[in-house]
């Protein structure tokens, strides 16, 4: 099974294996063309890959802040995730930049992103990020968990990604493993 971010030269084209856009159909990953015919995005100057979105943030929010875990309402419009309703925990991404209500907000999924604010936006305010540990949607608003409530009636269990650093985490939404 090929990794996220896996590329591969077929017929002289490139591709990159990639999870599902957050508002795609399935939940297996697929090999996308890395570079269109003409050169255009998803592809930003350079050469990289583009994983990044954008959507406003609804009204009534509180200021979403850059490494914060969100969903889209039925309006397209970004919210804080949470674990406590399957609705809430359709995890899009992690934000990248910080927006009020009715401002964009930038996010991203299936990548590798420095969280600058760890005390912040980790459930339990740590001072860094543990190598080599999951992280799952907290049941607080928009932050990541280590430990996801597993006793709470309604509570879903969904795993956003893996520190790979003290400051780094590979952002990669997985399916609901367990509604409580």
Excluded: H
């Amino acid at each position: 099974m090929p990794n996220v971010g896996d590329t591969k030269a077929r017929f002289g084209r490139q591709y990159i294996y990639l999870n599902p856009a957050p508002n795609g159909t399935g939940t297996i990953g697929e090999w996308r063309l890395r570079i269109d015919d003409n050169g255009q995005p998803p592809i930003r100057s350079g050469g990289t890959t583009n994983l990044g979105y954008q959507a406003t943030v609804a009204a009534g929010q509180p200021t979403i802040v850059a490494g914060n875990l969100i969903y889209l309402d039925s309006a397209g419009e970004a919210k804080l995730a949470d674990a406590s309703t399957i609705a809430e925990s359709v995890v899009v991404g992690m934000t990248t930049t910080q927006a009020s209500a009715g401002a964009l907000v930038e996010f991203t999924r299936n990548e590798i992103k420095t969280i600058f604010n760890v005390s912040t936006v980790v459930e339990g305010g740590p001072s860094a990020l543990v190598p080599g540990t999951v992280y799952y949607l907290s049941t607080v608003a928009g932050k990541w968990t280590t430990t996801p409530n597993t006793t709470t009636a309604g509570s879903v269990i969904r795993s956003c990604g893996t520190a790979v650093d003290t400051d780094k985490m590979s952002i990669e939404i997985q399916i609901v493993t367990s509604a409580i």
